[in-house]
Structures are given as C-alpha cells and as structure tokens.
C-alpha cells in the first residue's frame, strides 16, 4: 500500500512541497508534477470542477508516479470527506475550519476507528490491489492519511491552539487571500498585518507538533513562509505554473535575435 510521501517528509521534519490542480483533470498531469520534483499535489473540488471519477484517476496517476494526491473538499461534511479518500487521496486540505469542534469533526469524517468513525470502504484500486486484511487497512490508512486544516479567518487565528491540538490534525495551511480579506488588507499578502499573522501560525503550529503552511500564488510569499519557518510549502496551481512558463517563452522568443 502507498506510503503518503509528504507526509513522510513533514514527520521527518522536513519540508514538503506541492501545488494545486484547478482545471487540468488528467492522469499525465501526476507524472509531471512528480517528474519537477513536487512531493504532492491537491486536486480543486472546492473551487475547480473535478467529479470523482477525475480525482480516481489523478489519485492512480499519482500513487503511480510516486507524488502523494490530496484534495481541497469544497466543506466540512462527512459525504464529500469519506467519498474523496475512498477515491483514493491520501489526505485532504479542508476550508473553513474555525473551531476545534470544526478539527474533530473532520477527523471523525476521515478516520477509521478508534481514531474516527469513518465507515469501511477500502476498495482494492484504493489499497493498491494488496488484499491487505481490514485490520491492515484501517492502520494504513488512518497513517497516511494526512489532514490539512486551512487557516482563513480572524475567528481561525483566535481558536488556533484549540484547532491545533485536535489529535489528527497535520498542518495548519494559511489560505492567505482569505484570510487578508478577514484581517482587513485584502490581497497584501506581506502586509505587516499578515506577516503577523504567519508568525502565530509558525508558533503555534511549533507549539502543538504539527506542521505549519501556506498556499499563495507568489513565489515571495511562499519564500517568506519558508524563511519563517513554514515546512509545508505549496505554490500557485496547473494553470498558473502552464502561463508562467509560456509567457516568459513568448516574451524570451519575441525579444530582439541574439547577434552571433
């Protein structure tokens, strides 16, 4: 059965890094990310438009490829968190968590029990096609899985320790356009405000055992995160990385010819 590579990498105090699949619902795009060297990728189904069948075949894709497939669930709601990992994710990135109430609900959704008290349906494209026993199951995937609790709201900033300290709980990812909207700077996302903001997520992240991280489409912004002590690092998304590359191409192409 798979092993969750960032996972890995976060418990071996380590930095993980990913980006995020928003429109491109294809297998190959697994390869790619995992052949530039990501640890992970998350498939958009909050704000993107992939079913299940396209979070099966990336999650296969990726499993395949040797990049852990994690998924943005559009809300905190037992159907969409159970249904997303028996696709085959090995973890979730999850809005609009305010509370500790909102942690241990999520983790009641993604876990088998004794952990949580989600319901057995670990099909064979799931476990890799082991024939893994139940007892095997259930233990590998309440390790692997890994939950990712996104940070997006002053009343999340006031609840952290509490969220924190949710047994189950990985990382504490900033959504940091949400979140400056909340905290009155909309889109600044190094405004004093927000680099204030990280630092009490570094801390308590630090505080609790748990990784801390961010998900901007700023290369800067990632790099502070990183500087400040952010371990798990996710930049921009498919079709952000795609323009990036082809604009400085054309722009390199159209330039002045070089004179030999």
Known sequence: MTKNRAKARL????????TMISEVW??????????AG???????????SADTESLQRISRAARSAGIAPLVRVADITY????RTLDAGALGLMVPHVETADDAREIVRCAKYPPVGERGFGLRSAVTDY???SVPEAIAWSNAETMIMAQVESRRCLDQLDEIAAVPGI?????????LSISLGVPGQMLHPTMQEAYRRVVDVANRHGVAAGIHPSDIKVVQHGRDIGMRLLMY???VRLLLAAGRQAVEALRGEPRRQ
Not at 26 to 35: I, N, P, Q, S
């Open 11 to 18: 418990k071996e105090g380590g930095t993980a890094l990913g």
């Open 26 to 35: 294809t297998d190959e795009v697994a390869y790619v990310l995992a052949a």
């Open 38 to 48: 990501f640890d992970f990728l998350v498939v958009d189904t909050e704000h993107g």
């Open 79 to 82: 159907a969409l968190i159970a």
């Open 130 to 132: 082991s024939g893994a």
């Open 170 to 178: 990985d990382v504490l990812l900033i959504g940091p356009t949400d």
């Open 236 to 238: 921009a998304s498919d």
